[in-house]
């Protein structure tokens, strides 16, 4: 067995071994490093003999070094010592291991990870590694920064979540729906960065964001009944599903209504769309409007075909929910699609007197194309070639740079 082998066997288990050594041992960090020391071992000593059973291995393994490091932990010296005496009467059994507590564990894992107490990237860092069982290095890549940069948001997260005694639980069924939308707008994070990666060489991350997917379909089959959850699970999958046409074999973007739609993931259409299906069972929130308008875009034959008017509507219903300058832009694409640009072009240039996306390379891309569909060719050019200025992906930027000089 290699490290292929190691690091899928890692993927999968990684949050029930961190979740239910959590429990066991009532420290959130000690358990998660004795994790990482255990898929260490395992680099070495699988590929010499594979265990017959490596889940149970790791879990074993872990818990071993999670009880070696108890004379390091004086305050927890009683604890740690009937814990020990327990390892030494029966050294190859797991920790006791409620099997209908498993689910609760893992969904309690989410939970500390996007802990209110933690800065945005902390929370991203500690979720992708103790929940999504990235490395550091996986993580670095996936966002790039530094390694030793991921190294610190996580040990900073697991000494911050220490220190303030966040205890190792699912909160009160009157704080958890509050807390839920936390933990969903860390895996939105993390979708998001991968959908479109907002620096870098790549337009796309499909390895970041199907890891988000999979994290959120976790959630959905531990959290059934809230429909957010299957909201953000529709329009991750209904996103994710246009992948393959958003690329050309070269990288360079294609815009939706370029797009070969023969090539969209039509099973991952199927998918989102019984996904909002679920969620529109109880009304839906941000996450489902924004699913139901991405469920709009694959419905359509062609982008000329779209239901723009519908779309519209639910933009106009999201900014009723959830207000955002983001959202109010996007409504006004779908405006210039329904009505044309000339009505588009207040909205923009409303948000611009605003002030509420300054810095953003997203308002003069809008402008630019609006501006360029009502022949206004000179300031066009000047709001695209603004936007390549300020757009940190060079796959977008290349597109915007074409576009200005197309309008020469």
């Keep these: 067995m290699g490290t292929a082998d190691v690091e899928a066997v890692w993927r999968i288990e990684s949050a029930r071994i961190v979740a239910a050594l959590t429990r066991f041992t009532g420290d959130f960090g000690l358990a ?38 108890i004379p390091r932990r004086a305050a927890l010296q009683d604890r740690y010592a009937l814990l020990a005496a327990d390892h030494a009467a029966d050294p190859a059994a797991g920790p006791d291991i409620d099997p209908d507590r498993i689910d609760d564990d893992v969904l309690a894992l989410m939970f500390v990870s996007c802990h209110p107490v933690l800065s945005r990237e902390a929370r991203v860092a500690l979720t992708l590694r103790v929940v999504g069982g990235l490395s550091s290095e996986e993580i670095a890549r996936a966002f790039l920064v530094p390694v030793p940069t991921v190294q610190a948001r996580i040990t900073r997260g697991k000494k911050t979540i220490a220190a303030a005694g966040v205890p190792f639980e699912l909160p009160p069924a009157g704080e958890r729906r509050e807390r839920l939308g936390g933990v969903l707008s860390v895996l939105y994070v993390i979708f998001t960065e991968g959908s479109t990666a907002t620096s870098g060489d790549r337009l796309l991350r499909p390895d970041v964001a199907h890891e988000a997917i999979r994290l959120v379909r976790t959630l959905a089959a531990l959290q059934p009944g809230e429909p957010e959850v299957h909201g953000l699970l529709a329009l991750c999958e ?30 991952a259409i199927r998918r989102g769309l019984a996904a909002l299906a679920r969620a529109s069972a109880r009304g839906l929130g941000p996450y489902g409007l ?60 409303a948000l611009i007197a605003s002030d509420r996306l300054s810095g953003s390379h997203l308002v003069p891309t809008v402008r630019g194309e609006l501006l360029a569909r009502l022949g206004r060719r000179p300031e066009a050019r000047a709001e695209l070639e603004l936007a390549a200025r300020l757009c940190a992906n060079q796959r977008e930027r290349s597109v915007l740079l074409r576009k200005a000089a197309a309008l020469d």
Excluded: K
């Design 32 to 69: 998660e490093d004795a994790a990482q020391e255990a898929v260490a071992e395992a680099l070495v000593s699988w590929p010499r003999a594979c265990p017959a059973n490596p889940a149970g291995w790791l879990m074993a393994t872990a818990r071993r070094r999670a009880i070696d490091a």
């Design 238 to 267: 209904l996103t994710a599903a246009r992948f393959p046409a958003r690329t050309g074999p070269d990288g360079t973007p294609v815009l939706l209504g370029d797009q070969d739609r023969r090539l969209w993931d039509f099973p």
């Design 290 to 349: 924004q699913a139901a308008i991405a469920a709009v875009h694959a419905s359509a034959p062609s982008a000329e075909a779209t239901d723009w008017d519908r779309i519209v509507l639910l933009y106009e219903a999201l900014g009723r929910v959830a207000p955002s300058p983001v959202v109010e832009l996007n409504r006004a694409v779908a405006v210039a699609m329904a009505s044309g640009p000339e009505r588009a072009l207040a909205i923009v240039d």
